[in-house]
């Protein structure tokens, strides 16, 4: 199990895109390197909108998190989905619908089960 500890994360940006993220234990609030995982057609302009925005938006101030999403232009999945949509659900359904539709949470939770 990931703890912070360790110094790399696997973030789900959408059904079909992650991003691999290695925080510096020297300058845990530094750039980070980023490897974005996924289809061309969809991690493509996130890559180059975090190309071209990383260096200017990212603040030592700011948490991680904060600061990719400054990057990103885009709100991190956290531990309860929040979304804009009021259907009537609480963040937990919508945070197992999101697991549910997650490759990377699906695995994840598979590893014991594994042969």
Partial sequence: SISRVHCHRRLALATSASLVLRINPLQPRGVCEVQFLGAPTVVGPL??????????KWKTSRLVRENLEAALELELPGPTCSTNQN?????????????????????????????
């Fill in 47 to 56: 890559r180059e909108k975090f190309n071209q925005r990383c260096l200017r």
């Fill in 87 to 115: 259907d009537g659900r609480d963040g937990q359904q919508k945070l197992q619908d999101f697991r549910a539709e997650c490759g990377i949470c699906y695995a994840y939770r598979l590893v014991p089960y594994s042969p």
